[in-house]
């Protein structure tokens, strides 16, 4: 879409200037621009950081073209829209909002909305998706810092105790072989995820923004031929970053940023006939805003808060294990009109760190196991993993008795 519209623009001799907050982004939009038939002649391609450097040497355009428009109310992009107030504008961006809740009405005049997230699903320009949340960090430590976001110590701390065998071990459980990529918190952390992989025989590798083009070209080129398995990264693939198709994705990095969180949590659903991407969430990211194809109301106005902020869960049913999107204070099934048993509930984003892997919706119910044979089964009786939590299940224990059980026996390292 972006492309033609340029194309137009210069198929009549106007210039265009494109503006990017990122230097990779550059040589991938060329190409496209060059696929599509737009005279690059007539094409600024610019990063903002130095095309504020440089507003009196480049040539005035006809039209200004924003990418990941989120970022225009920063002082640079301000400084180019003013500099140029008489030429039109036109920003894109897949979340209209800033980190801090602020709307883009100090630089937009018009808000025009594309179809949604589901209908994309629906019509097979994404892939369906299943998410699972076995979260394996302290959300607690974690502190916010002045941008919005959270701060690199506190990271760090919730980070800390994370067993990465458990990351390991879920994505060998739900997505074994498959293109996947790790978003990390800090470079230490990503380059301990690629290293777990790599000892486990899956090969992975980690690249970030100080990573060498020429060595990060070559590592997403051999994830490209399957070479390479897992792609673990800090914050780099993410907006407008072009990668090769993956069907999974694996969140250690926990965010405040709606607009980071819908970028790297849709990053597998590149639409593939036949394909389902897998999102693996260890870091509660889903607690804070909700499935990453859910309803949202955007506005160019700032707002206190999202739809998805408090006001909608997401459940399955206990009775047709439906599905759905559960609006504040109602607790009627859409699909088969049972009332759910809200006090016995309890949802995998409830259970602590070592819980049993399920889907994010999915219901326990508090039952009477005493026929069941693992009501009498002991932890010494018990030789395997899986004992362990089914016995944790029918007696009513934690979870995480089965885990520690599972250490006390030798089971886990």
């Not at 040539?59 to 225009?72: A, C, S, V, Y």
Request: aromatic share 8%; hydrophobic share 35%; glycine share 6%.
């Amino acid at each position: 879409m972006v492309a033609e519209i340029a194309r137009m623009t210069t198929l009549k001799g106007n210039r265009v200037l494109f503006l990017v907050h990122r230097r990779e982004l550059i040589d991938q939009i060329k190409k496209t621009f060059k696929e599509i038939g737009v005279n690059n002649a007539l094409v600024n391609f610019g990063m903002v950081q130095t095309v504020v450097r440089h507003l009196q040497t480049i040539k005035k355009p006809q039209l200004i073209i924003t990418d990941e428009n989120h970022h225009g109310l920063a002082a640079s992009y301000r400084k180019i829209y003013e500099y140029y107030s008489d030429v039109p504008r036109l920003g894109f961006t897949a979340t209209p909002i800033r980190l801090n809740g602020s709307g883009l009405g100090d630089v937009n005049d018009v808000l025009i909305e594309g179809v949604s997230a589901k209908w994309l699903i629906e019509n097979h320009r994404l892939a369906p998706y299943e998410y699972y949340a076995p979260r394996l960090i302290d959300t607690a430590e974690l502190k916010k810092a002045s941008t919005g976001d959270f701060t690199k110590k506190s990271m760090d701390k919730a980070v800390k105790n994370t067993i990465y065998g458990d990351v390991l071990k879920h994505y060998k459980t739900l997505a074994d072989g498959e293109q996947a990529i790790a978003y990390c918190h800090s470079i230490e952390a990503s380059k301990h995820t690629a290293n777990i992989f790599n000892q486990a025989g899956y090969k992975a590798a980690h690249i970030d923004a100080k990573t060498p083009k020429d060595e990060r070209s070559e590592i997403i080129e051999s994830f490209r031929k399957h070479e390479i398995k897992i792609l673990c990264n800090v914050d780099l693939i993410g907006e407008g970053f072009d990668v090769p198709d993956c069907s999974t994705v694996i969140m250690l990095r926990p965010t405040q940023s709606l607009s980071l969180y819908i970028q790297q949590s849709m990053r597998g659903m590149r639409y593939r006939p036949d394909k389902t991407s897998i999102i693996i969430d260890h870091v509660g990211n889903v607690n804070r805003f909700g499935l990453p194809d859910m309803d949202r109301e955007w506005s160019l106005d700032t707002k206190k808060k999202t739809k998805t902020d408090s006001d909608v869960s997401v459940v399955q049913c206990a009775f047709c294990f439906g599905a759905y999107e559960r609006p504040k204070g109602e607790n009627i099934c859409p699909y088969c009109g049972e009332l759910q048993p809200i006090e016995e509930r309890k949802s995998e984003l409830e259970i602590d760190e070592s819980a049993e892997l399920m889907k994010v919706g999915e219901t326990k119910i508090t039952l009477n196991f005493e026929n069941n044979k693992y009501y009498n089964m002991t932890e010494d009786e018990a030789s395997t993993i899986e004992d362990l939590y089914a016995i944790a299940r029918v007696k009513g224990f934690k979870p995480g008795w089965a885990y520690m059980a599972a250490k006390r026996k030798g089971m886990l390292i």
